[in-house]
């Protein structure tokens, strides 16, 4: 698993290197998360994200690692096959800190003594789920 996470970091790496090449003010890397949950469970998830994983964006803020988070709830539906309940996009300060998987670690112990019941929280969190994919994004210069 290693070796394709490697990979698929060279390749996005090398592939925005020109889209940031264009920008002169930073190498942001922004990521789109979305969340597609079970009917009915929408409040009880994003209040579930804001007590457990927000906390952690958030003192990776502090940190520098990450440049912004915000989230999206649509205020219309639409058809099932396209439905999103929850969009959060994080402005990353470059490219290896999104592809960074223990960018968050080091505050799990500081955030949350009983590590057991977040474990046990975030679980059930990714039970409500019934999708969840990643958009990286970059700007486009419009004239």
Do not use: C
Not at 6 to 26: C, E, G, H, M, R
Not at 39 to 55: M, T, V
Not at 66 to 73: D, G, K
């Amino acid at each position: 698993m290693l070796p394709k996470f490697l990979s698929l970091l060279i390749i996005v790496f090398v592939l925005s290197v020109p889209v940031f090449a264009q920008d002169n003010t930073k190498d942001y890397f922004t990521v789109e998360n979305y969340y597609k949950i079970k009917w009915g469970y929408a409040d009880e998830f994003i209040n579930l994200w804001k007590i457990n994983h927000y906390p952690l964006l958030k003192k990776a803020i502090e940190h520098g690692d990450i440049i912004s988070v915000t989230a999206e709830t649509p205020i219309l539906h639409s058809g099932e096959d396209t439905r999103w309940d929850f969009k959060v996009t994080i402005v990353f300060k470059d490219a290896i800190a999104a592809m960074a998987a223990d960018l968050t670690e080091p505050y799990k112990k500081q955030l949350y003594p009983d590590l057991d019941k977040l474990k046990k929280d975030e679980q059930h969190r990714f039970e409500l789920l019934l999708a969840h994919w990643d958009v990286m994004t970059a700007k486009i210069d419009l004239p």
